[in-house]
């Protein structure tokens, strides 16, 4: 159904809980030497999603390069009385555009429920940030066959995120699948197994909004991505980028993830 020429590849860094303010630059500098050429090569789009402490540090570091800065989660409103919440209107201010919502952690670590994460992205959304939203089943339901029903469950939070569906909101959104039992394990989804539930996203949105937002929107996977791996993964039609953890934290290791994703996304291409 894709034309794979038309979705901009992106590749996202999720530091997690790690690394200290003043790490930050030297990453950043570190990162943009190492890509600095291809982006004048090729189109695609490179996220960093430090610890929401270190996003003005990171913004600062990023100004005037083609890398954008994403914060971990946002709160559900610009302001209130919501104790510990980072409003998505203050992560605007400090020029963040994306957000991750819904990560696996924020799930079993922290129970966020899916209604919770629709109010997340429908906040997001209205302060105007981009969002990548995170789906993923747990080993439990993979091995009892329930994959394609918990991902599919999950994919209706997009319904109760009110708004998310009109398709110019449609396309701020980068869905996320991250196999649950692959996050920090070690132990990657096979290309074949991403492909498959990518697939079944497409299709989904394809049915529930229309062929074409399906087309234009991007599915990127997580979960033990490393430099080894991203090449076969990306090579998947359905694969848009990659949502990378622990690899991500070394910007040596993240850009040989990137160029061999791009290498197997971009036949051809001078990488
Ligand atoms: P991992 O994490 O690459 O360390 O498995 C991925 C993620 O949690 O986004």
Not at 9 to 27: G, I, Q, S
Not at 78 to 87: H, L, V
Not at 131 to 147: I, N, P, S
Request: glycine share 8%.
């Amino acid at each position: 159904m894709s034309s794979v020429v038309t979705r901009v590849p992106v590749f996202a860094a999720n530091w997690k809980m790690n690394k200290l303010v003043r790490e930050a630059p030297e990453y950043v500098e570190r990162l943009n030497a190492l890509l600095g050429e291809l982006y004048s090569a090729l189109s695609f789009e490179v996220l960093i999603a430090p610890p929401a402490t270190h996003i003005q540090s990171v913004s600062a570091s990023l100004q005037g390069l083609p890398i954008k800065v994403a914060a971990q989660n946002c709160g559900t409103a610009r302001a209130g009385a919501f104790t510990g919440e980072i409003s998505p209107a203050v992560l605007k201010e400090l020029a963040c555009q994306w957000v991750i919502l819904g990560h696996s952690e924020r799930r079993h670590i922290f129970n966020e429920e899916d209604s919770l994460i629709a109010s997340r992205l429908r906040a997001a959304l209205e302060e105007g940030l981009n969002a990548v939203v995170c789906v993923g089943e747990v080993l439990q339901d993979r091995k009892a066959g329930k994959t394609f029903k918990v991902i599919e469950s999950q994919l209706a939070l997009f319904n109760s995120a009110k708004g998310a569906f009109q398709p110019s909101l449609l396309r701020r959104v980068v869905v996320a699948y991250e196999p649950v039992w692959a996050i920090g394990t070690g132990e990657n989804a096979t290309p074949q197994e991403a492909q498959e539930v990518h697939a079944f996203i497409r299709n989904w949105l394809s049915e529930k909004v229309s062929p074409e937002e399906a087309t234009a929107v991007r599915v990127v996977y997580g979960g033990s991505v490393k430099a080894e791996n991203s090449g076969q993964i990306m090579a998947q039609k359905d694969v848009d980028g990659l949502l990378v953890g622990g690899a991500s934290l070394d910007p040596n290791t993240f850009a040989a993830i990137i160029k061999n994703g791009l290498k197997t996304r971009l036949p051809g291409a001078p990488i």
